[in-house]
């Protein structure tokens, strides 16, 4: 229970230094709750070092959905002592905290009991490594969730049958026993529900998988917090997908490699952070004059410059939307969780490939990094390959005048052809331009892929709206704030309108239109100094959000806290 007194939701967390496992301690507890049928929604925090600092995992759990962490804490694993100072302000009533030396810790004075869990100990008798030892943690944690062993170690196994750790499932079964041997109190059990088709992701992983259910080819990237486990994943498993990956020694290197493989006829992708793609602007207005198909994953993370690279911000909005000098069309599609990242990372590719332009899939820190539990449907989708100059006879014009905008594209080495393409201004047939009519043609010619796209836009999950449809009050927002402000809705007083836009170039005007419409108190909640959205709201709806909730000291919203301040507004 929290000091909010709700009884439904369980947080464990899970601290130490850089370089303990921390991160693999929460995603494997994720992973156990999951495969036992919890929803399960787990953070992870960190500084820019590679050893030392503090780090720490927040698994929050529920039999019902859960959308974001909860920061009251039910049960706290301190691998090291600042764990516990910097933790024990959350720690809820009868919080349990796990320590290594009961005697130098009293947590009494805030409610909670101490707890000794023999870490060191158990390490020699498992024979695993230090960074494993909050293995044992789990099997504590397992116990005081009333789950029978047996059924706990069944689970283990499959979570580390792939990784072949035995060690793990040895620490955890010697932390379930001793708190066993304790009789230690256990906490209320919560029923978990149906397993069925759910897995626990996260963001990056799952876009990555999006990308490759719509037939990627190959990705580059050059590694950048927090994008790079796209670059991990990909690379582990390319041999199982049949595609490459490819690590270039910068990031104008990563987008000029992947643009000359989509020349090439190969569907590619390259994913950054925000400051990786600003070294890509004259390579991005490439594709849009080149009428290149790309994807490009960009995560964004807290700026300027080098800013806080490991924490979280929404302020590259903007920026994405007017990237590149020049004007050319671009689509920008900005998903708030695992499942949506994956949609649309298979969007993406089959958008470029369809319409010959560049697409961006903005993702930021927490949707990048946050796991859930989630239902990725591979099996539907379809690989849209556009429209393909297979069989070009005589003359080919690489940018033919159509009425949709889109040219028949060919590749280099079709026999009997020429396929020119460059960064100039050009005619039909590739070559450099420049008359006035003819530039004038060619602006026109890729603008109207924009038109015929915003037309199709009818097709896509562009905005999608939550809670009491007819209420009065609305709550705008995109990217991951989805996910706090779903949470926070559970503890908001009044019925509420929430909407969310998933698309933010072409802007979906008519449907946002539809979803406000009659609204007479509009809050924008993003996480920006400037309220980025609420201006690109007015911008493209002529519709005016005065109530703003804006954070930008790279903190994330946290859901109780912000059904506060929601409630202030809603009184």
């Known amino acids: 229970m929290d000091k909010h007194g709700h009884t439904n939701i369980f947080t464990v967390v899970i601290g130490g230094a850089a370089g303990d496992g921390i991160k693999e301690a929460g995603s494997n507890l994720g992973r156990v709750l999951t495969k036992l049928g919890y929803e399960v929604f787990v953070s992870f925090k960190y ?78 008798k498992s024979g695993a490594p230090q960074i494993a030892r909050s293995s044992a ?23 580390f049958k ?7 499932i040895t620490l955890a079964k010697l932390g379930y026993e001793h708190l066993e041997k304790l009789n230690f109190r256990r906490w209320k059990k919560i029923e978990p529900g149906e397993v069925g088709r759910r897995e626990f992701i996260d963001g990056n992983t799952a876009f990555a998988r999006g990308i490759v259910a719509s037939g990627l080819d190959h990705y580059f990237s050059y590694p950048m917090t927090p994008s790079t486990s796209i670059l991990h994943f990909l690379a582990k498993q390319q041999k199982n997908y049949n595609i490459k990956v490819i690590q270039p020694e910068n990031e104008i290197a990563g987008i000029h490699m992947a643009l000359g493989a ?110 859930t539990t989630s239902v990725l449907d591979s099996s539907a989708i379809k690989i849209e390959k556009g429209k393909l100059e297979e069989m070009p006879h005589g003359h080919y014009g690489r940018y033919a005048l159509t009425e949709d905008g889109v040219s028949p594209l060919a590749f280099p080495g079709t026999p009997g052809i020429a396929v020119k393409s460059n960064s100039y201004e050009h005619d039909e047939d590739g070559t450099v331009t420049e008359d006035f009519d003819t530039i004038k043609k060619m602006q026109d010619k890729r603008f109207a892929k924009g038109e015929g796209l915003a037309e199709e836009m009818d097709k896509y999950e562009t905005v999608k709206v939550y809670g009491d449809t007819k209420s009065k009050d609305a709550i705008v927002f995109w990217g991951s704030n989805k996910t706090v402000i779903l949470e ?41 100094h400037d309220a980025q959205f609420a201006g690109l709201l007015r911008e493209k709806t002529g519709i005016v959000a005065e109530d703003k909730i804006l954070r930008y000291d790279s903190r994330p919203f946290d859901p109780l806290e912000l059904a506060e301040e929601i409630n202030a507004y809603l009184k």
Not at 73 to 100: G, M, P, Q, S, Y
Not at 137 to 159: D, H, S, T
Not at 500 to 520: D, G, M, N, Y
């Open 47 to 124: 500084p820019s070092l590679i050893r030392g600092g503090h780090n720490f995992s927040r698994v929050s759990f529920s039999k019902e959905k859960i959308f974001y962490d909860h920061s009251g804490i039910d049960a706290l694993v301190a691998l090291n002592d600042e764990t516990i100072h910097r933790h024990l302000d959350k720690l809820n009533k009868d919080a349990v905290v796990f320590v290594e030396n009961l005697e130098e810790h009293d947590v009494t004075a805030v409610g909670a009991k101490a707890v000794q869990l023999p870490l060191q100990e158990f390490i020699k």
């Open 137 to 159: 943690a789990l099997g504590a944690v397992c116990y005081l969730l009333n789950l029978p062993l047996q059924k706990i170690l069944n689970v283990l196994q499959e979570v």
């Open 162 to 168: 792939e990784k072949g750790y035995e060690s793990n």
């Open 262 to 371: 989509a020349y090439a006829g190969k569907r590619a992708a390259v994913g950054t952070a925000t400051g990786g793609f600003a070294l890509m602007q004259e390579a991005f207005s490439l594709a849009g004059i080149a009428e290149i198909p790309v994807v490009i994953a960009v995560s964004q993370r807290q700026g300027p410059a080098s800013g806080v690279p490991t924490h979280f911000s929404q302020a590259d909005m903007r920026f994405v939307l007017h990237s590149g000098h020049g004007e050319f069309p671009r689509i920008v599609l900005a998903p708030g969780d695992p499942e949506e990242a994956f949609k649309c990372g298979a969007d993406a590719l089959n958008l470029a490939w369809k319409y010959q332009l560049p697409v961006i899939v903005l993702l930021d820190k927490h949707v990048s990094e946050n796991s």
């Open 488 to 528: 926070a809705a559970k503890f908001i007083k009044k019925p509420c309108r929430l909407v969310q836009v998933l698309w933010l170039a072409p802007f979906p005007t008519e449907k946002v239109s539809r979803a406000l419409k009659a609204a007479k108190r509009i809050i924008d909640i993003e996480s920006n």
